[in-house]
Nanobody, 117 residues
Framework: QVQLVESGGGLVQAGGSLRLTCITS????????MGWFRQAPGKARELVAA???????NYADSVKGRFTISRDNAKATTYLQMNSLKPEDTAVYYC???????????WGKGTLVTVSS
């Protein structure tokens, strides 16, 4: 059974930092692209950052220069370092694992990030 478990969310003041962690199990982690998405109240889920199995990265324009995605294949874990947080970063953050060749897409249950002004 595939599981993705996020942690690291919380309440932080504007300008602060948080690091989100997504621990996976039940999949061959190194074969999956990993991503972080977020969904703010009343808004659609959006891609924040992604990293391919080959470690190429992609970021939403709104977080470039502030957020960094990384992965540790040995630990089957992906991270999202978030710096210089803004109130508009407030959302539930979801971890995603995607393998286009297998045609599978897995999601975690999310972790809430709240940035106060």
């Amino acid at each position: 059974q595939v599981q993705l478990v996020e942690s690291g969310g919380g309440l932080v003041q504007a300008g602060g930092s948080l690091r989100l962690t997504c621990i996976t199990s039940g999949l061959t982690f190194s074969n999956f692209a990993m991503g972080w998405f977020r969904q703010a109240p009343g808004k659609a889920r959006e891609l924040v950052a992604a990293m391919t199995s080959g470690s190429s990265t992609n970021y939403a324009d709104s977080v470039k220069g502030r957020f960094t995605i990384s992965r540790d294949n040995a630990k089957a874990t992906t991270y999202l370092q978030m710096n210089s947080l803004k109130p508009e970063d407030t959302a539930v953050y979801y971890c995603n694992a995607y393998n286009q060749y297998l045609g599978v897409n897995y999601w975690g249950k999310g972790t809430l990030v709240t940035v106060s002004s």
